[in-house]
């Protein structure tokens, strides 16, 4: 019986940053060994740019169930390498559907994200990493941010933080609420005068090198020290930190029919 994992991610340009999907790829292979592993992603802009840019070729999630298919895979267990259940989660969702009657066994497993449970464990581990702020610190995390309703889980972060007693880590989005007006007005509120920033996204891609951390006016980085505060940048993606590893291995195990 041939048995694949499929690990399906929105991408990234960046090859540095790929490392992040690449570790969390790594934790998904040891917990399933018995599966042959394949990549898709799921942004069409960013397989055309690696394409041009790389020569590499990664596909979609319907191309590569398509290859599965004629390839004879029995089983299929496909992992959601997406933040939330989003936007991205169900385009993809809606390219995996029509491949339900191809396979013996086919399966998906949440995005990191998928309830409060999954939030406080993801708050747990970051955590784990994380300096004790002193009172004039804080940690400021950038999520992508989304129209979507699932956008409800960056305040649910923020609430976790609060409820495991980080009273001085604060969530904001690029696209979607909270932004960074909000962090803003916390930040002011507590009297901070240290500032670290860092990805709440799966790699450290382009919104962290550039919105986030870069060197130009509408940075939160440069609007921050424009505010008067110290910043440094913490450019590690979610792909680097054990327990979000953790976190997508156990979805994966648990992955529901489709």
Known sequence: MKKALAVISFGTTHPDARQSI????????????????????????VR????????????????????????????????????MPGLEYEKMYRELIPFRGRFRCFTLGQPLLASPEDCRAVCEGLLISLPDCAPEEAYVYMGHGTEHFANAVYSEMENQFRALGAERVYVGTVEGFPGLDYVRSRLRRRQVRRVTLAPLMIV?????????????????????????????????GLGEV?????????????????
Not at 22 to 34: G, K, Q, V, Y
Not at 246 to 258: I, V
């Open 242 to 258: 054990p327990a979000v590893q953790a976190q997508f291995a156990a979805h994966c195990l648990s992955g529901k029919p489709l």
């Open 22 to 45: 690449a570790r969390i790829e790594r934790a998904l292979c040891e917990a399933m060994p018995d599966c042959d592993f394949y990549r898709a992603f799921t942004s069409s802009v």
């Open 204 to 236: 450290a891609g382009d919104h962290a090198k550039n919105d986030l951390a870069g060197d130009g006016p509408d940075s939160w980085k440069s609007i921050l020290v424009r505010d008067g505060y110290e910043v440094e940048a913490d450019l590690r």
């Open 48 to 83: 055309s740019r690696i394409a041009a840019a790389e020569g590499l070729k990664v596909p979609g999630p319907d191309e590569l169930m398509e290859q599965l298919s004629a390839a004879g895979y029995d089983e299929v267990c496909c992992q959601s390498l997406h933040v």
